[in-house]
């Protein structure tokens, strides 16, 4: 292995462990907020609050549509600074306006919901 393999795979290794703490942190961060809300709400609350997280939590998912694939994975193809704003625009048109219907609908049944 020459110098040049040994710095991309050095690299390679510190991009991992950095994506890999981060991740790490992001879980031990909603662990302890779960357990934060646990205890200071009882056993129905915090059914109550896990049912709304869910709902939340998939919506954003659906809504998404794959957009944080694609611009993630479309970005870094494009040198031209003109394409990389297309694909960014493209992607703000179409979440926005999602994102703002569902935010609208669930307004519109939350009491049901609730």
Known sequence: MDDEDAHLLSN??????????????EVSIAFA?????ARIFGPVE????SVGTTLLTFSGIV???GLN????????RYDDA??????????FQI???L???AALVLFVLSPRLA
């Open 63 to 65: 809504l998404v549509l």
């Open 82 to 91: 003109s394409r990389i704003r297309g694909v960014l625009v493209s992607g």
């Open 33 to 37: 907020g779960k357990l934060v809300v």
């Open 46 to 49: 915090y059914g109550v609050i």
């Open 99 to 101: 994102s703002l219907a």
């Open 69 to 76: 694939s694609g611009i993630g994975r479309y970005v870094p």
């Open 95 to 97: 979440a926005i306006p």
């Open 12 to 25: 390679l290794l510190k991009g991992s462990g950095l994506v890999f703490l981060g991740m790490l942190l």
